[in-house]
């Protein structure tokens, strides 16, 4: 029995053994009134201390879990943290390439500046392309090429046959190598992107499950913190409820000492 109860109880106790009552068993009723009553207080006041205790208990709980759920996530965000950048700056190499302004992103994802892309994979196939894209022996294919031809030519009777077969020729040739020319600046194009969008869905899909991460820790936290309150709330009510009760039987301990005080 705690302090406060005890004098409570010797209080009620002393209320009824100085009523003046006549003989031993009033003194007997009053002293039991006394001990009953400090015995509901000082139960009520433990019960309280039990009640806030076990919800102390499991918030502290629900707190280390929420720590632990937040440890997880910053782990996994900083394994993917490499990837997630790379893709950024892949994303960015890629729209610099698109025509028109586009919005520049850091290593984190976070918007920085604005800038102007080049629009060469939407351009169209131009004389540079093809001088650069023919392939190394052209010329000296052609050369060759123009070399038999005239040959040939004059073995059927030259003179005008010549001329008209190394054009014919010539003309032929440059088709073909036109369109290999054309093939080779589209695949290298192609080839270009398609890397680039690779390595931007690396880190796309690295974000994805960076945000995967995030929503599962704000789920469980969410849930922790909510059992957290609900304990909380227990202790809080399980503790009024201890005292409530006490409180009820001392209102009976008062009604049976006036009872016992009446003429």
Do not use: C, H
């Not at 003046?20 to 009953?36: R, S």
């Amino acid at each position: 029995m705690t302090f406060v109860a005890a004098v409570i109880g010797a209080g009620l106790g002393a209320a009824v053994g100085g009523a003046g009552l006549v003989g031993g068993l009033t003194a007997l009723g009053g002293a039991g009134i006394g001990a009953l009553a400090g015995g509901s207080i000082g139960g009520a006041m433990n019960q309280a201390k039990a009640a806030r205790q076990a919800a102390g208990a499991q918030q502290a709980a629900a707190a280390d879990a929420t720590g632990l759920q937040r440890d997880i996530f910053n782990t996994i965000s900083t394994q993917q943290a490499p990837y997630r950048s790379a893709g950024y700056g892949a994303l960015n190499t890629l729209q610099s390439m698109l025509p028109g302004e586009y919005q520049q992103y850091d290593a984190q994802g976070n918007p920085t500046t604005m800038a102007t892309g080049t629009g060469q994979l939407t351009r169209m196939f131009t004389n540079a392309d093809l001088n650069a894209n023919l392939a190394p022996n052209y010329e000296f294919m052609l050369n060759q090429g123009l070399g038999a031809t005239r040959q040939g030519a004059n073995v059927g009777g030259g003179g005008s046959n010549v001329l008209k077969s190394g054009i014919t020729f010539a003309e032929n040739y440059a088709k073909g190598a036109y369109q290999d020319a054309l093939n080779n600046w589209r695949a290298q194009q192609g080839d270009i992107y398609n890397r680039l969008a690779g390595i931007a869905g690396i880190g796309q899909t690295s974000q994805g499950q960076t945000n995967l991460a995030g929503t599962n820790f704000a789920n469980a936290a969410g849930q922790l913190g909510i059992g957290s309150a609900t304990a909380y709330g227990a202790g809080q009510v399980g503790a009024a409820n201890a005292y409530g009760n006490a409180i009820s039987n001392l209102g009976q301990w008062g009604a049976a000492i006036y009872g016992m005080k009446k003429p």
